[in-house]
């Protein structure tokens, strides 16, 4: 079976441009969580889906959106972009949202932002 | 706040050497924690977690993790270190948002040297 994949695997952008990230969960995974980490830091919690309803928010701007569709793959939309958006977009998914479920991470998306 | 906290951006040891990555927590009640690894240029993968039961969680190739209550602590160990498990740790915990979202810590670097 597929793991979690991610598209693009790299992106350029300038300046107030938008972007959209896109993510295929593992097959039968309902929860599709995104994250961002910036070189050297952990990942940061950005939203995470489950049964396409939002379930929960980081503390990102109103900038970052994200959806999740009816075969549970998701997009993450940034607007405006700045240079500090610049960073390693993680896509993972799990079969619940329990706190137990451990979590399978795509390979992600490096976003440069000139 | 509750977080995780990795005390040592970066740990050496020598390969066949045991090893020991560090991870203290602040989170109220019955934490439930989580070890991730990170290879270069790759998303993070699962290696452990802490539910309940034994305190000593056995997890993927090789490694473990003692759940210390007294110390805070979910230092995660191996008895025999080997070149390939140079890579970046994490040690993460769900936050209960409606869903749960994982917190991350900071990450440890582990270089092994042959």
């Known amino acids: 079976d597929a793991g979690v994949t991610q598209s693009p695997t790299h992106l350029i952008k300038t300046r107030g441009q938008h972007v959209t990230l896109r993510c295929s969960p593992i097959?039968?995974?309902?929860?599709v969580s995104w994250y961002q980490q910036v070189l050297g830091q952990g990942p940061q919690f950005i939203f995470q889906?489950?049964?396409?309803?939002?379930?929960g928010r980081g503390n990102f701007p109103d900038r970052f959106s994200a959806r999740q569709f009816p075969n549970y793959s998701s997009e993450l939309n940034v607007n405006a972009l700045l240079l500090g958006d610049s960073a390693l977009y993680l896509c993972?998914?799990?079969?619940?949202?329990?706190?137990?479920?451990?979590?399978?991470f795509g390979s992600g998306t490096q976003l440069s932002v000139l | 706040a509750q977080s995780v906290a990795q005390p040592e951006d970066q740990v050496n040891v020598a390969e066949g050497n045991p090893l020991t990555v560090k991870c203290t927590y602040s989170?109220?009640?019955?934490?439930?924690l989580f070890w991730y690894v990170q290879y270069p240029n790759r998303g993070l993968q699962f290696l452990l977690k802490?539910?309940?039961?034994?305190?000593l969680v056995k997890g993927s190739y090789g490694f473990e993790a003692e759940f210390n209550k007294s110390q805070t602590s979910f230092h995660l160990k191996k008895p025999s270190a080997l070149v390939s498990d140079s890579a970046l740790y994490f040690c993460?915990?769900?936050?209960?948002?409606?869903?749960?979202?994982?917190?991350f810590g900071a990450g440890t670097r582990l270089f092994v040297k042959a």
């Open positions: 993972a998914s799990s079969s619940g949202q329990g706190a137990g479920e451990k979590l399978f």
């Open positions: 097959s039968g995974h309902k929860s």
């Open positions: 889906y489950y049964e396409k309803e939002e379930r």
């Open positions: 989170v109220s009640g019955n934490p439930y």
């Open positions: 802490y539910i309940t039961g034994d305190n």
């Open positions: 993460a915990y769900p936050r209960n948002t409606g869903g749960f979202k994982t917190i």
